[in-house]
Every structure is written in C-alpha cells, then in structure tokens.
C-alpha cells in the first residue's frame, strides 16, 4: 500500500525552526516530484515548497523563500521541509504530496499533478 507519513510537527515560539519529515512507504519515492502543502484555518491549501525528482531543483513560495528549505533522502525515501523563522502565519496543517515524474530534473506547482498525499502534520507558531 502506497503510504506517506508526515512527522515533526508540533508548537513552535515565534522565531524558532522545526522539521518536517514525509516518509514513503510502498513505493520507491525517487520516481516522484514531491511538494509540501498547508491548509490554514479558512483558508485554501497552498503550495510552499517543491522539489523534482533528482533533488537538484526546488522551488518555494515567496511567502516562505529565504525561511523554509525543501531537501530529499531518496536513500532513506524521505522528503524533508526545514522551516526557520517561524511565524504565527505559518500555523496550518502541513501535508506531503507525490507525484510520478519520469523527468528527474523537474517539479510540480499544482496540486492536480500530485497522486498521493499524506495525512498531514500540525504547525501551530504561537506565544
């Protein structure tokens, strides 16, 4: 069974960093694009960050660039989010997403191209 488990979430100080981990389990991760999603409270689910297959290239959203970093373990099939900086607008459930890419260099921006998601992880940024 195709499974992605998120961990690592939890209640942050503003300010303070976390790490998001999305494990596969069933299939091997490095056939697929991953991005990391959150959904706010009313709010749409967002893009923030994706990375292609081979690791080489990511993308983040600007609201995020520069705080949040997207790396990946295809060894360990894990997908990693680093998020410094936290804020209280960060607060939101995070998911973990993947979908089948045969080009190793290139990564999804919409949700529609993602099969397979993750049960999602809470961030919750507060004093």
């Known amino acids: 069974q195709l499974q992605l488990v998120e961990s690592g979430g939890g209640l942050v100080q503003p300010g303070g960093s976390l790490r998001l981990s999305c494990a596969a389990s069933g299939f091997t991760l490095n056939y697929y694009a991953v991005g990391w999603f959150r959904q706010a409270p009313g709010k749409e689910r967002e893009l923030v960050a994706a990375?292609?297959?081979?690791?080489?290239?990511?993308s983040h959203a600007g609201s995020v660039a520069g705080r949040f970093k997207i790396s990946r373990d295809n060894a360990k099939n894990t997908v990693y989010l680093q998020m410094n900086s936290l804020r209280p607008e960060d607060t939101a459930v995070y998911y973990c997403a993947a979908g089948l890419n045969p080009n190793t260099g290139t990564y999804y921006w919409h949700a529609k191209d993602y099969a397979h998601w993750g049960q999602g992880t809470q961030v919750t940024v507060s004093t």
């Open positions: 990375i292609s297959r081979s690791g080489g290239d990511t």
